[in-house]
C-alpha cells in the first residue's frame, strides 16, 4: 500500500476524486496507524500503515489506492498510564472520530475493553479487539441538490414536531414496508402528508449520529432506542437506513432532507456533543479514548478518573482546542453538507464548562456565533446538566433560544389544580420575558413544550399518577415521578365516561395552551392522537410497539387529531400567538394595551390578585389595534383573542370584561366540544371544571 505525507487538514478520511487523505489528532500517540479491512465479516485488518506525517499533534496520510466504500479503523502507539490519564493501546482496533459512514456497528465482546475486563484498569490488555470493533467506511460526498431551499422561516413562525425517525414510521401502514423506520420512510409521502396536514412545519429528530448500545441494555434483551449514547459524530446511524452500503446511509439521509424541505419543512436535529458511549474510566475502548483520552474527556482531580455532569461516566472536554474543533466541525458537516437547519443541543450547560463551570463566555459560544455557516442555523439549548449550578434556564447568550422547563412545570401544575399563584403562568403564556426579555432576546428564544421524549406522552400525563417503568428492568427506579396529583379518577386504561371525558379536556387544554403561549411550541410525535407507553415515562431503552407511533386511529383518537390540527391553523393564521416581541403591558395605541388579564369576575387584574390561589383567568391578546411588524419590517396585526383558562374543579361562570361591552365575542374553540357553536356570547361565558375556550373578538359595527 503506498503512502504520501498528506496534509493535517481536514481531519478524517477525505476523498478527493483521486485518493483519501487520512488525518487524526493525537497529541500524545508516538503513531498512528490506518487498518484497512476487506469487508464486515474480516476478523482482523488486511493491511496496515502508518500516517507518516505529523504537523502540530496531527498525524496525516495521502493513500492514492483508498476508495469510497473501503472499511477502515485506527490504531493508536502512545502511553498507556491511566495514573497520568492516558490509555492509549495499540491491540485495541478504534472508530475515527471524523468517519462519515459506519462500515460495521460494533459487536460487544471483551477484548474491546483496554485492560482486562472486570480487573485493574492500570494493567493494558494485549488481545486484538479486531474482529468485533465499530468501523468506519470512507465515502463520496458528491450528491445532487438540485434547487434544494432551506424553509427559512423565523422561529416565532415555526412548530416543532419532535419525532424518533424509526418510531414515527415503522407502523404506519401506508409507508413502504422496505422502507419504514428509517430516513427513507420519513420521506415517504405518506408519512410527510401527516406533518403536512397537521401544520407542524420543523421536524426535531432524536439523535442521529452513530450511536451504541450499553452492554447492560444488551444483556437484558434491550437497546439504546433513543440515540442518546453517540459514538460517531459524523456518521449518520445506519440502524436508521434503508440503504445497505456506508454510501447509501448518507445519501438517504440527504435525500430525506431534501425531500422534507420541498415540502416546506425544517430538519434539526438533537445532539449529543456532551458524552460519548465511552462511559466511565472502566469503559471500552472504541475511539476517543485511545486516541488521546486526556484530550477529549475532562479527567478528575485524579486523572486515572473522569469528571462528569453528564450522569453517563464521562464529560467531553471542549476546553482543549482540538475537541471544540471537533464538535464545531461536526456542526458544520451537517449544516453545509447535510443541509440540516438546526440543532438541539442535549445537556447544554456542559458545553460551556471550560474550567467546570458554566461560563456564558465560553469559546463555544463565541464560535458559533462568530462562524458563517453555524450563525445560520437555529440553535437550542437543553440549557441544563446535572452538574453543579447545572439549571441555566434563560442564561443562554443572545442568539440561543431554549427548552423552557419552567414553562413546562408551570402548565402542568395549572392544569393538575396544583395550588399555585396565577403570575408565573400569566408570565409563561406571555413569552417568559422575565427568562428572555432582559438581554435582548425575544418570546421565539422559549421553546414551549409540555411533553417530550423524556418522560410521559400526553396521553399518559393524564391517565397515570405513577411511572410504570418496570419493562425497563430496574424495578421502576428510574425514571422521574412528573406526575402524581392529576386526580383523574382510576389510573390507566379504564371506560368509564367521567374519566375519559376528563382526560380528554385534559388533552385538549394543554394543547391549547401550549400552541397558543407566546414562544414556539414543540409537540411530542404521536401526542396529536393520544400515543400510550402504557405509564412508562423513561422508554428509551425499547425498540418496540411500546414506542413506535400508532397509526390505527379510532374515532377519539381521530378527533383529538383534528382538534389539534384546528388550533396550529388557528396559531398559523393570526399573528397574535407570533409577536416577534414581547407585550408591554401597557398603553400603545391611544388608551389600548396590547394585553389585558382578566378575573373570573370580568375586570382587569389588580396587583392583589395575583396573590390569591386562584385556578381560572383570561387573557386577551390584543391585534387589531396594535401595529408589530414582523423580521421583514411588514405589517402583522391581526384579531384579537380572549383565552379563557379554567383549571379547578368547579364550574366557572367568567364575566365578560366591561371593556369589551361594544365587542361581540364568538367562540372559536372549547375543549369541552368538538365544534363549539358559532354564536354570539352575552356577559358571561360558562367554563365546566378543567376546560377552556377561545374567544375572536371583533369590533361590533
Known amino acids: 500500500m503506498r503512502v504520501r505525507r498528506g496534509r493535517p487538514h481536514p481531519l478524517g478520511a477525505t476523498w478527493d476524486g483521486r485518493g483519501v487523505n487520512v488525518a487524526v489528532f493525537s497529541d500524545v500517540a508516538d503513531t498512528v496507524e490506518l487498518c484497512r479491512f476487506d469487508g464486515p465479516d474480516s476478523v482482523t485488518e488486511s493491511e496496515r500503515q502508518a500516517l507518516p506525517g505529523v504537523t502540530a499533534g496531527i498525524h496525516h496520510g495521502y493513500f492514492p489506492d483508498l476508495r469510497p466504500g473501503e472499511l477502515y479503523a485506527l490504531r493508536v502507539h502512545g502511553p498507556y498510564a491511566p495514573d497520568a490519564g492516558h490509555r492509549c493501546n495499540p491491540d485495541k482496533v478504534l472508530f475515527d472520530p471524523y468517519a462519515k459512514a459506519v462500515g460495521r456497528d460494533i459487536d460487544y465482546d471483551d477484548t474491546l475493553y483496554g485492560y482486562p475486563a472486570g480487573g485493574d484498569d492500570r494493567v493494558r490488555d494485549q488481545r486484538d479487539d479486531a474482529a468485533h470493533a465499530p468501523l468506519a467506511a470512507v465515502v463520496d460526498p458528491a450528491f445532487t441538490w438540485g434547487a434544494d431551499v432551506r424553509p427559512r422561516r423565523a422561529l416565532a413562525d415555526t412548530v416543532i414536531y419532535e419525532l424518533h425517525v424509526k418510531g414515527f414510521t415503522q407502523r404506519h401502514p401506508d409507508v413502504p414496508r422496505a422502507v419504514r423506520g428509517t430516513y427513507a420512510g420519513l420521506a415517504a409521502p405518506a408519512a410527510m402528508e401527516h406533518l403536512l396536514n397537521l401544520g407542524v412545519n420543523a421536524v426535531e429528530l432524536l439523535p442521529v449520529h452513530y450511536r451504541i448500545s450499553e452492554p447492560f441494555l444488551i444483556a437484558e434483551g434491550l437497546s439504546n432506542y433513543w440515540g442518546y449514547n453517540t459514538l460517531g459524530f459524523f456518521a449518520p446511524d445506519p440502524r436508521l437506513a434503508a440503504a445497505p452500503t456506508p454510501d447509501g446511509v448518507v445519501r438517504e439521509f440527504k435525500t430525506m432532507v431534501a425531500s422534507l424541505h420541498d415540502a416546506g419543512i425544517a430538519v434539526f436535529l438533537d445532539v449529543v456533543y456532551n458524552h460519548t458511549a465511552e462511559g466511565n474510566h472502566r469503559g471500552p475502548t472504541l475511539s476517543f479514548r485511545g486516541i488521546d483520552n486526556a484530550a477529549y474527556y475532562h479527567l478528575a482531580d485524579d486523572p486515572r478518573l473522569l469528571w462528569d455532569v453528564t450522569g453517563t461516566g464521562n464529560s467531553l472536554n471542549l476546553g482543549h482546542p482540538r475537541t471544540l474543533q471537533l464538535v464545531t466541525d461536526s456542526l458544520r458537516y451537517w449544516a453545509a453538507e447535510m443541509h440540516v437547519d438546526g440543532f438541539r443541543f442535549d445537556l447544554a450547560p456542559e458545553l460551556a464548562r471550560q474550567f467546570r463551570d458554566y461560563d456564558k463566555l465560553s469559546p463555544f459560544f463565541d464560535l458559533l456565533l462568530q462562524d458563517p455557516v453555524l450563525a445560520d442555523v437555529h440553535l437550542i439549548a437543553e440549557p441544563w446538566d446535572v452538574g453543579a449550578g447545572g439549571y441555566d434556564v434563560g442564561n443562554f447568550p443572545i442568539n440561543w433560544s431554549e427548552w423552557n422547563g419552567r414553562y413546562r412545570d408551570t402548565v402542568r401544575r395549572f392544569w393538575a389544580g396544583a395550588p399555585q399563584q396565577l403570575g408565573d403562568l400569566a408570565t409563561r403564556l406571555a413569552g417568559s420575558a422575565d427568562l428572555y426579555g432582559d438581554d435582548g432576546r425575544k418570546p421565539s428564544a422559549s421553546i414551549n413544550f409540555v411533553t417530550v421524549h423524556d418522560g410521559f406522552t400526553l396521553a399518559d ?224 361565558y360558562l367554563l365546566l371544571p378543567h376546560s377552556s375556550a377561545v374567544l375572536l373578538v371583533t369590533r361590533r359595527t
Open 461 to 684: 400525563l393524564v391517565s397515570y399518577d405513577q411511572k410504570h417503568n418496570e419493562a425497563n428492568q430496574q424495578n421502576n427506579t428510574d425514571g422521574n415521578n412528573q406526575n402524581d396529583s392529576w386526580n383523574c379518577g382510576a389510573e390507566g386504561p379504564t371506560s368509564d365516561p367521567a374519566i375519559i371525558a376528563v382526560r380528554r379536556r385534559q388533552m385538549r387544554n394543554l394543547l391549547l395552551t401550549l400552541l397558543l403561549s407566546q414562544g414556539v411550541p414543540m409537540l411530542q410525535a404521536g401526542d396529536e392522537m393520544a400515543r400510550t407507553q402504557s405509564g412508562n415515562n423513561n422508554a428509551y431503552c425499547h425498540d418496540s410497539e411500546l414506542t413506535w407511533i400508532d397509526w390505527g386511529i379510532d374515532d377519539e383518537r381521530k378527533a383529538l387529531l383534528d382538534w389539534t390540527k384546528r388550533v396550529i391553523g388557528l396559531r398559523a393564521a393570526e399573528p397574535v400567538f407570533r409577536r416577534r416581541g414581547f407585550f408591554q403591558g401597557r398603553p400603545l395605541v391611544g388608551d389600548v394595551k396590547d394585553i389585558y388579564w382578566i378575573s373570573p369576575e370580568g375586570h382587569e387584574m389588580q396587583p392583589d390578585d395575583w396573590q390569591f390561589d386562584v385556578q381560572s383567568l383570561g387573557v386577551l391578546f390584543v391585534g387589531e389595534e396594535i401595529d408589530e411588524r414582523d423580521d421583514a419590517g411588514e405589517r402583522i396585526s391581526g384579531n384579537s383573542f380572549l383565552l379563557l383558562l379554567n383549571g379547578s374543579e368547579n364550574v366557572v361562570d367568567f364575566a365578560m370584561p366591561a371593556r369589551l361591552a361594544a365587542l361581540t365575542e364568538h367562540v372559536v374553540l372549547d375543549t369541552t366540544t368538538d365544534t363549539p357553536e358559532e354564536k354570539e356570547i352575552g356577559e358571561r
